[in-house]
C-alpha cells in the first residue's frame, strides 16, 4: 500500500507561480513511477508530468518549459513546481503511483491516487 498526500494549490494571477508538494508513504518498492495529473470539469483526467528512475522527466506539451517535476527521496515527497501559470492550467492536480517503471500518460495506468489539491489562475 501506498498513500499519497497533496498540498500546494491555491489561487494565483495569471504569470504567477504555484509549488504542488507530495507526501508519499507506504512500501513503494525499488522501480516506480510517479505523475502529476490534473482535472477540470466535464474534461478527462490528463497527465501533466511524470518522473521514474529518480531523474528522468517526461511532459505533456501544454505544460513543457513551465512545468518542472522532480522528488526529494530523503524527505519521501514528490513537486510539481508550476510557472508561468495560465488560466487553463485552472484543475484539480493529483498526484499518483504506478509499481513499475514504466511510466505511460493513462490515468488507468497508475495504482494509487491522492486526494487531489485545487489550482485556480484568473486572469
Known amino acids: 500500500q501506498v498513500q499519497l498526500v497533496e498540498s500546494g494549490g491555491g489561487s494565483v494571477q495569471t504569470g504567477g507561480s504555484l509549488r504542488l508538494s507530495c507526501a508519499v508513504s507506504?512500501?513503494?518498492?525499488?522501480?516506480?513511477?510517479m505523475g502529476w495529473f490534473r482535472q477540470s470539469p466535464g474534461k478527462e483526467r490528463e497527465a501533466v508530468a511524470r518522473?521514474?528512475?529518480?531523474?528522468?522527466?517526461l511532459y505533456s506539451d501544454s505544460v513543457k518549459g513551465r512545468f518542472t517535476v522532480s522528488q526529494d527521496n530523503a524527505k519521501n515527497t514528490l513537486y510539481l513546481q508550476m510557472n508561468s501559470l495560465k488560466p487553463e492550467d485552472s484543475a484539480m492536480y493529483y498526484c499518483?503511483?504506478?509499481?513499475?517503471?514504466?511510466?505511460?500518460?493513462?490515468?488507468?495506468?497508475?495504482?494509487?491516487w491522492g486526494q487531489g489539491t485545487q489550482v485556480t489562475v484568473s486572469s
Open positions: 518522473i521514474y528512475a529518480g531523474t528522468t522527466t
Open positions: 507506504g512500501d513503494t518498492g525499488r522501480s516506480y513511477c
Open positions: 499518483a503511483f504506478r509499481s513499475a517503471s514504466y511510466c505511460p500518460t493513462f490515468a488507468r495506468s497508475f495504482d494509487y
